[in-house]
């Protein structure tokens, strides 16, 4: 049987020496991190989404500043959130623009439309924390890091074989990526066979 790319991406990981797993699947360490019941949104973020335990105001940052450009924009915010994520589609515009609002409102000291380095690491050593709007842990990876964190990291493991990967979450990934595949190959189909009637706009088509 011919394994599609992500199930074959996956197989990989499992041949992977114990000692290799942390870095291939998570920015931090392989096992799940305690939280405490009294966290804050920063702390359970890094935990949840990183695998990172300690942290400080300049590594919390850096991770997030996507761009490398010592700056947060109002899309960072967003992204750092999660509200860029389809798990967040439910959320209203208003809801998401409120925020970065907040956020930015909080750090933003200078009012130049982006928070700094400095302005984001003097205000949080102030005890300005990230609030916490109630909209889950922040999704902002791509869809193989996300189902790699959440769900093949905490309910398989090591020794985990294709068989095993049963779970509904373990379909559902698979099946969108046998979705994608397919569209792909149809796509590239069509190309092949010369103009891809999609492309041209509706003025112009044969009725």
């Known amino acids: 049987m011919i394994m599609r790319p992500c199930l074959q991406r996956v197989s990989a990981l499992l041949l992977l020496p114990a000692t290799l797993l942390p870095g291939a699947l998570a920015h931090g360490g392989h096992e799940q991190i305690p939280i405490p019941a ?25 991770l997030h500043d996507f761009d490398s450009t010592g700056n947060w924009s109002p899309d960072d915010v967003r992204r750092i959130y999660g509200l860029m994520d389809e798990s967040t589609a439910s959320i209203s515009e208003d809801r998401k623009a409120f925020v970065v609002k907040t956020v930015m409102d909080l750090y933003d000291t200078d009012k130049s439309g982006g928070i700094s380095f ?27 890091y996300e189902y790699e964190i959440h769900h093949f990291e905490k309910y398989h493991g090591d020794d985990a074989k294709e068989e095993d990967l049963i779970h509904p979450e373990d379909i559902a990934h698979f099946a969108k990526h046998d979705r994608e595949e397919d569209e792909r190959d149809e796509w590239e189909a069509k190309e092949k066979a010369g103009i891809v009637e999609a492309n041209i706009p509706a003025k112009f088509r044969r009725t």
């Open 38 to 62: 009294d966290a804050d949104w920063a702390t359970r973020h890094m935990a949840e989404e990183h695998h990172i335990s300690a942290f400080d105001a300049g590594v919390f940052f850096t």
């Open 118 to 144: 400095a302005e984001f690491t003097i205000a949080y050593a102030k005890g300005s924390v990230l609030p916490d709007f109630g909209m889950g842990p922040g999704h902002h990876g791509d869809d193989e």
